[in-house]
Nanobody
Framework: QVQLVESGGGLVQPGGSLRLSCEAS????????MSWYRQAPGNQRELVAI???????NYADSVKGRFTISRDNAKRTVYLQMNSLKTEDTAVYYC?????????WGQGTQVTVSS
């Protein structure tokens, strides 16, 4: 059974930091590109960051220099370190896994940036 379980969301003040984690099970983690998406109310889900099986990464322009995606294949976990958070980063953050036509999603974790 495929599972992606996110954790680490919460309420943080502008300028603060959070680290999201996504633990995977039920598939060959090391083969998959792992990503973080987010969806704010009224908006479409958007790609935040992606890390490929070889370690290459890509980021949305809005988070470059502030967010870092990483993966630990031994722990079957992908991380998103978020620094210098802004109110516009408020959204539900989803972990995604993709390999060829296989796409899996986590249930999401809420990140709220507010003073």
């Amino acid at each position: 059974q495929v599972q992606l379980v996110e954790s680490g969301g919460g309420l943080v003040q502008p300028g603060g930091s959070l680290r999201l984690s996504c633990e995977a099970s039920g598939f060959t983690f090391s083969n998959y590109a792992m990503s973080w998406y987010r969806q704010a109310p009224g908006n479409q889900r958007e790609l935040v960051a992606i890390i490929y099986f070889g370690g290459d990464t890509n980021y949305a322009d809005s988070v470059k220099g502030r967010f870092t995606i990483s993966r630990d294949n031994a722990k079957r976990t992908v991380y998103l370190q978020m620094n210098s958070l802004k109110t516009e980063d408020t959204a539900v953050y989803y972990c995604g896994a993709q390999w060829i036509k296989n796409v899996y999603w986590g249930q999401g974790t809420q990140v709220t940036v507010s003073s």
